[in-house]
């Protein structure tokens, strides 16, 4: 111990890691590694596992014992997929409803987190009080249930993009990030001539984008895995279901408890039951699905964490 | 930990005193979202010397005005007026004669409730997975963190955090699927298990009963645990790292450090986390539950919203207004617990909500 401190004592100035490690550290750093890589397979062998299912021939796939790599390669099971009515039309919706979605509510929360960060606003604090109650109190699933098809929101797209518009949530974070905009900047603005549109359009939101990509990636990431709504709103309406709809249907549809190879008697449905099976259907669903997420999450991953603590950088 | 972290206290020496102070800046740093919610209360003192109401005033912000107005119609229709809806609750409520038509019944339908044998079931499921999930996901959260924290080759530690929230994004009903094949019979689980000779046979752990709790705990321990520690991570970052050099001057060693500076210091965020998370453990049985659960295990996995939504949608049998009646009652509890785990803090000297 004594050993520790002194090194400690002299090597801290001059180095930022220390080169000499003590015993008792190295133990640590080799179990703490391995523990943390342990935790890595973890979180992705479910992920990889079922894509090598997904590309593995379907009769072959019964017997199990797939891990990383597919045994016998097979694109039938995509073939099979992509060519779903219901996924296709699944696909066609929620890429519409993710694009509009995100869109429209990123305009619709910037644009009420801007008036409510104007210091001279004159509603600024009995508006934020409206808004905040929402995140507490909520009619609940029956009321909204029964309100949209008073407004005949049900049975229709709109009932995706309309309603969720604005999320007190996302607006305090919005809000945040822009009360730690300098007002000289819109003061300046104003007395050039500039009206509150204009300073929000040329001057706020230039300087918002890191913010802005931040919600609008949270919120596309919501549409993008949203189903609920379809199921509950549109589940006679086949003409506007969502991707994930259709996986959730497709997965319960192919085995309810998945106990083991209950696939190769019902593997005729698919034209052709020689290669695809449900258990690969599955897979190739459930990979097909995630596929834009996992593509775009290596460039996109910056702005999901800076989500979780940007507004707190300016205080 | 408890006892940890009142240790640490009764011992106050430079450390604590710097740790405490440090882990304020730190939750204040971190709970973003908190803040502002407080900020719009302090803010109210604020403005009052603020802007006049004035007519000048008001005419150079019409525009302004006008786009609140626009806010304050949204939120009524959207937001408040299913609030309007809860009278449902109170009635007989039939859809095709509407709110002002329907029979009255006063308390009826919350004494059918409170009767319903199904509906105290579902209120056990779901505070039981509720608690799991907060307490589980709390500790394993915390625990990665501090050990990602140790890590010191940076691009490891970049790439263990990018995996280990990865799977926050994907929906529900992947991770259900993806859970129920790692559990099947053919799944790694029970190869694994085979191959051990724990059990000579494959064994189908949807269908037990005994293993849905455990097995939604865990399921939330893969999406979320990675997303839940970057929160953690950013309150261990702006620890002052003059703490941890004059406690190994002092002779402390790796763990010493984690328990008397680390721990102490996340206590403000735990707090604040916990506070805000209470309110959510009624709301956390949903998806998952609906997506895995099935007939063998109905006992244990159906939850309160599994239950509101059968009485809404189920064509035999529908009653709009008890879906109203449970759904007030879990909005109800959810605020109760929210107030509950606030004043307790309130009353400790930590940090709070509102």
């Known amino acids: 111990m004594a050993e520790v401190s002194t090194e400690v004592k002299l090597e801290r100035p001059l180095k930022k890691h220390k080169k000499k490690m003590p015993k008792e550290d190295v133990i640590f750093y080799i179990f703490n590694t391995i523990f943390l890589v342990l935790f890595a397979i973890v979180t992705l062998y479910p992920v990889l596992n079922t894509l090598a299912y997904s590309f593995n021939d379907g009769n072959d796939a019964i017997r199990g014992g797939i891990h990383f790599l597919p045994r016998r390669w097979s694109i039938k099971n995509y073939n099979s997929v992509l060519t779903k009515e219901g996924i296709l039309v699944g696909a066609k919706i929620t890429v519409l409803r993710t694009i509009l979605g995100t869109l429209t509510s990123l305009f619709a929360n910037a644009l009420l987190s801007f008036i409510l960060s104007r210091k001279k606003f004159l509603f600024k604090s009995s508006l934020s009080l409206f808004w905040i109650i929402t995140m507490y109190a909520s009619g609940g699933l029956v009321p909204t249930m029964i309100l949209f098809r008073y407004l005949h929101l049900t049975e229709s797209f709109w009932v995706y993009v309309i309603p969720g518009m604005v999320s007190a949530f996302n607006v305090m974070v919005m809000r945040t990030y822009m009360e730690g905009i300098p007002d000289s900047l819109e003061e300046s603005a104003m007395l050039e001539g500039a009206g509150y549109m204009t300073v929000f359009s040329k001057i706020i939101s230039p300087l918002c984008k890191p913010v802005y990509a931040t919600i609008a990636l949270f919120v596309a990431v919501y549409h993008w895995n949203a189903w609920f709504d379809a199921m509950l709103y549109n589940r006679m309406n086949p003409e506007y279901t969502t991707l994930q709809y259709e996986l959730m249907k497709l997965l319960n549809n192919v085995s309810a408890t998945s106990s083991g190879p209950v696939g190769a008697s019902q593997g005729g449905q698919t034209a052709s039951a020689q290669t695809v099976t449900p258990i690969t259907i599955r897979a190739a669903a459930t990979i097909a699905t995630m596929a834009p997420i996992i593509a775009l999450y290596p460039f996109l991953q910056r702005y999901f964490v800076t989500g979780l603590t940007i507004g707190g950088v300016k205080e | ?354």
């Not at chain 2, 992947?174 to 298990?193: F, K, Q, R």
């Open chain 2, 1 to 354: 930990m408890e006892n940890q972290t009142s240790n640490s206290e009764k011992k106050l020496d430079y450390y604590e005193l710097k740790a405490a102070n440090d882990a304020k800046l730190a939750a204040k740093r971190a709970v973003a979202e908190t803040e502002s919610d407080e900020g719009s209360g302090k803010k109210k003192k604020k403005e009052k010397t603020g802007p006049k109401f004035t007519k000048k005033e008001f005419k150079r912000q019409w525009i302004l005005v006008v786009i609140g107005g626009v806010y304050v119609l949204y939120g009524l229709i959207f937001n408040y007026l299913p609030l309007i809806g809860w009278i449902m609750a109170f009635q007989n409520f039939k859809y095709n004669k509407g709110i002002f038509k329907s029979k009255w019944v006063g308390m009826d339908k919350f004494k059918f409730l409170f009767s319903d044998e199904k509906f105290i079931l579902v209120i056990r499921n779901t505070f039981v997975m509720g608690v799991l999930n907060l307490v589980f996901s709390t500790i394993v959260a915390i625990a990665f963190a501090i050990l990602l924290n140790e890590v010191r080759n940076k691009h490891f530690k970049k790439s263990i955090q990018t995996i280990s929230y990865l799977p926050h994004f994907l929906s529900w009903i992947i991770v259900v699927a993806i859970v129920s094949d790692t559990v099947s019979n053919t799944g790694i689980i029970n190869e694994i298990l085979l191959n051990l000779h724990i059990i000579d046979k494959p064994y189908t752990f949807l269908a037990h009963p005994g293993w849905f709790w455990p097995l939604v705990t865990l399921s939330h321990l893969w999406k979320e645990t990675g997303w839940n520690a970057i929160i953690y991570l950013a309150a261990i970052t702006s620890i002052d790292p003059c703490l941890y050099e004059s406690a190994s001057i002092d002779g402390a060693g790796r763990f010493q450090k984690m328990r008397y500076i680390t721990l102490p210091s996340l206590r403000p965020t735990i707090i604040i986390l916990l506070i805000m998370n209470m309110g959510n453990v009624l709301n956390a049985g949903f998806e998952l539950q609906y997506l895995l659960g099935n007939d063998l295990v109905r006992g244990v996995s159906r939850t309160i919203d599994i239950y509101i939504l059968d009485w809404a949608m189920d064509g035999r049998n529908m009653d709009y207004s008890l879906g109203t009646a449970a759904g007030i009652f879990k909005t109800a509890v959810s605020i109760t617990l929210i107030v509950l785990a606030n004043t307790i803090a309130k009353k400790k000297g930590d940090e709070r909500l509102f």
